[in-house]
């Protein structure tokens, strides 16, 4: 949304450098919120720089993997490695894409994701997919 100020992309930053908000907000790759997530996250890889960077660019990864889109995955996890290459979050999903886990085995993640959400008193969207076999 080029109708963001600077004010919104600098909390929304700081929100997904929160490792616990970035960790929740992965479950949104398997709801109803998952395009609309894909376009924040796409727009805060573009507009951040370091780890904020690092950060969009693996929960765009992370959700492009689980969808079975490895190839879109790959660019992103790139894109995060570039930004910032000691982003642990990035480094373990880059070897767990090269390592060959098939989507289908986060879905550990996932249900941990929904949990660290739900404990952070957030409503949680429904879960309306699975990852990709």
């Known amino acids: 949304n080029n109708e963001w100020d600077c004010a919104t ?5 700081a929100a ?3 490792l616990d908000v970035r960790d929740a ?3 949104l790759s398997v709801t109803d919120l998952r395009d609309a997530a894909e376009r924040l996250w796409r727009e805060l890889t573009c507009r951040l720089r370091g780890s904020g960077r690092a950060s969009a660019a ?3 990864a992370h959700l492009h993997y689980v969808a079975g889109e490895g190839a879109y995955a790959g660019v992103a996890l790139d894109c995060a490695l570039e930004a910032d290459p000691a982003w642990n979050m990035a480094k373990l999903l880059d070897q767990a894409v ?9 879905a550990e993640i996932i ?4 949990v660290l959400g739900e404990n ?3 409503q949680m969207p429904a879960r309306t997919m699975e990852p990709a076999g």
Request: proline share 3%; charged share 20%; hydrophobic share 50%.
């Open 16 to 18: 997904i450098l929160d």
């Open 9 to 13: 992309v600098q909390t929304l930053r």
């Open 120 to 122: 952070m008193g957030v």
């Open 98 to 106: 090269r390592g060959g886990l098939r989507p289908i085995e986060m």
């Open 25 to 27: 907000a992965m479950a």
């Open 111 to 114: 249900d941990h994701s929904f």
């Open 58 to 60: 693996t929960l765009l």
